[in-house]
């Protein structure tokens, strides 16, 4: 039976519809900011597949310490639509009560961990939970994602020091898009990512984060390593950020666009052309699955919108155990200018 790398065909089949049930979400909800309806977004767009790869390979009692541009990880993870949309839209049913900026999401129930905005400040924590999860002689590893930027920032060196020196159990992968908003990787760094593992006794390989299988195979040993209790891991992933930066930013001014959405070397066309050669879907299938995340999308954004806001004062709540008389004051005065 003809096969995709070594995927069965149902697995194959649902990492090629979360990508594009991720690619359609992210056109969604940049549509949905430009007409107000969500106040910002840092768009996934040509990331999918390494992220893909990544909730294939981990375990529901991996902890998962994301960046903010993770989309296609948290579908795969199956993190519900209607979840997702709660934070973006900061309605009542959003797990952080609109504390967070759209797209710093929190998973508990699928072990994915506050989304930080300081680029590269979740890092050290992943070698604190690592601590924490062998300490309390907890199953899993720590798996953390960051982009090529936040190789620069003397977190990144902190954390790989410190997990190289405990022992820890820490996955650390690269989702090296080429850019840190309009910073090119070449300005970043003179040397290749995956490289900076050795100065701290970590071993580190690069994979091709365009590509389903080869992500895949890549990960398989770094997952592997840290699994086997030897240590931590550095993987760069080699991808590229299609489209802007975030809602705020206009690419056009520092570049020219490598990969557009769609285009041959658009990752998700890579894994269609590849599952069409291999017999595993036709073209009637891909025109189904695309149909069918499209209403999908719509209809649930459409269903959460219809959800209240959260309540402004609601600010006050989880932040003392007993609020003092000066919060309460204050609560009143907010819930009687409603
Ligand atoms: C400490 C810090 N410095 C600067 C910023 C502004 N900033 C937000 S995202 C970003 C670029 C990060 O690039 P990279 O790590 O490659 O991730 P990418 O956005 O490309 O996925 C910058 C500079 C920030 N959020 N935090
Ligand atoms: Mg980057």
Redesign the pocket.
Known sequence: MAMVGNLSNEQAILAYTNAVRARTLDMKIISAQRQGIIGFH?PSQG?EMIQIAISMLADKEDLIFG???DLAMLLQRGVPLSLIYDQLLSNSNDLQKGRQMPDHFSFKEFNFSTVQ?????HLPLTVGAAYSMRYTKKKGIVITT??????S?SDFHAALSMASVFNLGVLFIC???G???S?PTSK?TKTDIYKKGAAYGIPGKRVDGNDLIASLAGLQEAFDYVRSGKGAYLVEALTY?IGP??TSDDPKKYRVDEITDGSENDPIRRLENLMLKMGVVDSASIQSIRAQAKEEIDKTLEERMSIPPTEPSSIFDDVYEKPSWIQEEERREINDSD
């Open positions: 840092v990331q960046y903010y541009r905005s300081p680029v590269g400040s960051f982009g090529d930027g936040a190789t920032t989702e090296n898009n850019w840190a908003i910073v970043q950020r930066h975030s």
